[in-house]
């Protein structure tokens, strides 16, 4: 490592210092009592049905009391609420009853996991009674489940709600004519809690009462404290309770038929595997996918990409969503590289071969994961995962003959992460991340200690990163390495009307976690401030408002140059019908040095000020009817550069068990400059020219969602998205060393065909549509329809109209997949052979 980077470590460890000293030598007052009741064990039976008739339950304190969160925070909730909770040797038992008027309830129905505009009730659970890590368990009066677990954490300290997790536990709903009762059975199976005789957990109960627009808990929820599990109550004495052995199997099979234009209808694949997921002891489990099948994933959200970084796509495959809060906190587990191709040839092509075929995909085949925590609040996580290799198509020029070459050798990604919780809610946490790549493919090893620290009032926050990589390549059987340095610190006062925090940011030019990971950018240092006031209280036309302010700075970490500066200033609020408008505005004073956008160490791209503005609006979504908008409206007035855009959406639910949706985004941006290609010198191949140009760049997505559901456990949902960009060239420079754009003979004109071979017409077209039955706790059947349609070309004067029938002229290929899963919990048919 440099004499320069030696340096830059030790002022970091001198900022360490002072911003540690400066939050602990705040006051620690001590904090307001927490609610709380007494356990009780129960032994007799209780039957879910949402009935409260077993004798029993008047045996259970009574909780009561609901504080509002929202619209107006503090105050006693407009309905009554009235929970009780009993224990037995199996599971947790919950039953509330919820009081409003039966034609004021909004009974809606949704699949499961989407609470929709329903009313629910919801309990969460803190078996560690740490305030950073739980699981919430919610009912909606249509029984529709929804279930999530909570981290509090991460660099940016933000609480993550893993709701891609699914247990399996039981509820029940009756409603009557002035409240609706729901009945809960929670398995210890679903919890993670220590073996200690007697426990004390966090827990919290909220209801959401949509026809008042209002949520309340029974231990308050205030907005002005950071924080959603360390604001929980505290139930006592739980005693004598042991986790139950954890082992439940997943069988699926599957089928798969695929259709494409040019190639036919496939034969019908059958596809079988298994999900795992064992208990290793009280705190920890083992998660395993065997033979994995992701065939009918969502599809994603192309889009054409004109800049010069990686487009981040979100992970919809179920066994990387659920989980994953632990590896997550670090900021560098991307899960989609799992699967993906990294083009690591085993050898360079010759002059006389190229690629007719290149993969997309690397087959998973397996992944597992461990993670818990300990009695003394020490996290674990463990992942592993590995990929067959991939190959290209190879045809050699002068013969035709085509051959296989390795393009991604067997790939091994690992992950392990050390999470110890601290008082008042804080943590430190150790990451690292590995990718083992065989025949002298790349390896990758990314190690991170971050920290996040809180004052015992939680007014005061600091948060600090310092990560390092280290990547081993091979050239003819060498190695290299390149190592690369990360560190970021900040303070932010978090609680209160008053907020504000500042942070630096540097990463070296050399940083790179992108095999594991996903950064845009590194090469950087970045200074951010910021200041809010926040009006959590009911004023004037208004529930809530607030007012922030940001300012960013930016320069290069090698060599010392500056990138840029920007400003913005937020406003938003929500009125008191329930309707919410936000303003944006900001701006990028002087001339910004883009260092990226020419894709060539050594060229600069300077762009002069610009500013911008913007309005969000959106009605209640209480409502049948529900619309939200913004406009947008940019400017760089030395370049007569105009950016606009609009979004519109508008949603209605017809009945209780249909809803469309359909939103439109468009945009334009004219006489914006940007990187059109590099060109090259046809003999020694040196690099002639980098070239920009004028350009008008059109955005045009169009997406159709909609939802049929038959019961709580059986719906039907369908997603159509058209998406199109077109790129339109009017002028063409030259990027000079120098930095300047100059002008080029380079036209951008094919001399054979005329065409422009630079402007593009790219069009995204699919569908999604999916059937779903819940047949039994935790077992599914799943139907899917998917269609993808793709094109890219040069012709950007087509109409709307005339586009979209090229597009669906195109070529296009269709899959249908038939999955079902079936769950198997090993007690159940323990109980069974012990019985028989």
């Known amino acids: 490592m440099s004499l320069h980077t030696n340096k830059k470590a030790l002022n970091f460890n001198k900022l360490t210092i002072v911003l540690l000293a400066l939050v602990w030598s705040i006051s620690v007052s001590a904090q307001q009592e927490r609610k709380s009741f007494e356990a009780v064990r129960t032994s007799e039976k209780i039957t879910i049905d949402g009935v409260m008739d077993e004798d ?51 009974n809606l129905l949704t699949n499961r996991d989407n609470i929709g505009n329903s009313d629910y009730f919801g309990v969460s659970f803190d078996p560690y009674n740490a305030g950073l ?16 677990r909570y981290s509090n954490g991460g660099r940016e300290n933000i609480w993550r709600n893993d709701s891609g997790w ?65 604001q929980a109550g505290v139930v006592k004495n739980i005693k004598n309770i042991t986790p139950p052995t954890r082992l439940f199997f997943y069988p699926y099979v599957s089928t798969v038929i695929n259709r494409a234009t040019g190639i036919g209808t496939s034969n019908p694949r059958l596809n079988g595997g298994m999900d795992i997921k064992y208990g290793i002891n009280d705190a920890f489990t083992l998660d395993m996918t065997l033979i994995p099948d992701f065939s009918g994933v969502r599809s994603d959200r192309q889009v054409l990409n004109l800049s010069p970084f990686e487009v981040k796509f979100d992970e919809n495959r179920a066994f990387f969503t659920e989980g994953v809060e632990l590896f997550n906190k670090a900021g560098l587990f991307y899960s989609r590289r799992i699967g993906g191709t990294f083009g690591n040839r085993t050898r360079e092509l010759k002059g006389n071969e190229s690629v007719t075929y290149s993969p997309d995909a690397a087959q998973l085949v397996n992944a597992s994961k461990i993670t818990g925590r300990t009695n003394g609040g020490l996290g674990i996580g463990f992942f592993n995962a590995i990929t067959k290799p991939t190959y290209l198509e190879v045809e050699n020029t002068d013969t035709g003959e085509k051959t296989e070459v390795e393009a991604d050798p067997l790939t091994n990604f690992n992950v392990i992460v050390l999470d110890q919780n601290l008082k008042n809610n804080s943590s430190v946490t150790l990451t690292n991340t590995n990718v083992t790549r065989a025949k002298n493919g790349d390896d990758a090893n990314v190690t991170a200690f971050n920290f996040s620290l809180n004052d015992a009032n939680r007014n005061w926050r600091t948060t600090g990163f310092f990560g390092y990589s280290n990547i081993a390549s091979y050239q003819n059987g060498v190695k290299d390495t390149k190592a690369g340095i990360k560190y970021n610190i900040g303070i932010d006062k978090n609680r209160g009307q008053f907020q504000y925090g500042i942070n630096r940011n540097v990463e070296s030019d050399t940083y790179d976690i992108n095999d594991l990971g996903f950064l845009r950018q590194s090469n950087q240092i970045e200074h951010r401030a910021d200041f809010s006031f926040n009006q959590f209280e009911p004023v004037g036309i208004f529930n809530n408002y607030n007012i922030r302010l940001n300012a960013n700075h930016e320069m290069l970490y090698e060599p010392k140059e500056f990138s840029s500066w920007r400003y913005s200033v937020n406003t938003g609020g929500q009125l008191k019908n329930f309707w919410y408008i936000s303003t944006e505005f900001g701006g990028s004073p002087g001339i910004s040095n883009d260092f990226f956008e020419s894709r060539v160490a050594g060229y600069v791209f300077k762009k002069p000020s610009s500013y911008s503005g913007r309005i969000n609006l959106n009605t209640d979504s209480r409502k049948q009817v529900r619309m939200s908008g913004n406009l947008r409206f940019g400017r760089r007035p030395d370049w007569d550069q105009t950016d606009q855009s609009m979004n519109l959406s508008a949603r209605v639910r017809i009945g209780e068990r249909a809803e469309i949706s359909h939103n439109v985004e468009v945009s ?18 040196d690099l002639e020219a980098v070239i920009f140009g004028r350009r008008e760049v059109r955005n045009f997505t169009n997406t159709l969602n909609g939802s049929y559901i038959f019961t709580n456990r059986m719906g039907v949902t369908f997603r159509a ?33 005329g065409e422009m071979v630079d402007n593009r017409n790219y069009n995204a077209f699919n569908i999604d549509m999916e059937y779903n039955w819940q047949f039994a706790p935790g077992s599914e059947i799943r139907a899917i329809w998917k269609r993808s349609i793709g094109t890219n070309d040069y012709n950007t004067q087509l109409r709307f ?36």
């Open 56 to 106: 029993v339950w008047c045996q259970a304190p009574l909780v009561t009391d609901f504080i509002q969160n929202s619209p107006n925070p503090g105050m006693p909730s407009q309905r009554k609420s009235e929970v009780r909770m009993l224990y037995d040797d199996q599971a947790i038992y919950i039953v509330a009853q919820l009081y409003d008027k039966k034609d004021d309830v909004f």
């Open 166 to 230: 699914n247990a399996v536990w039981l509820s029940a709903v009756e409603i009557s004519d002035e409240y609706w009762t729901v009945e809960m059975k929670i398995p210890y199976a679903v919890l993670r809690f220590s073996s200690q005789d007697v426990q004390n957990w966090g827990i919290n109960f909220m209801r959401q009462n949509t026809s008042l627009n209002e949520s309340s808990y029974w231990s308050p929820i205030d907005p002005e404290i950071s924080g959603y599990l360390n």
């Open 721 to 753: 998205r058209h998406y199109w960009s077109r790129v339109d060239y009017k002028e063409f420079y030259e990027l000079t060393e120098g930095d300047e754009l100059v002008g080029t003979t380079y036209t951008g004109i094919d001399a054979q065909t």
């Open 668 to 685: 334009s941006r004219d006489n914006e400059r940007g990187y059109a290609r590099r060109l090259y010198n046809d003999t020694n191949g």
């Open 801 to 836: 109209i005339d586009n979209f029938n090229s597009t669906f002229g195109a070529p296009n290929s269709d899959s249908i997949t038939i999955r079902m899963v079936y769950f198997i919990d090993y007690l159940n048919i323990k109980n069974i052979f012990t019985k028989g």
């Open 133 to 148: 890590n739980g699981v919430g368990i919610f009912v909606t009066v249509a029984g529709v489940q929804y279930d999530t």
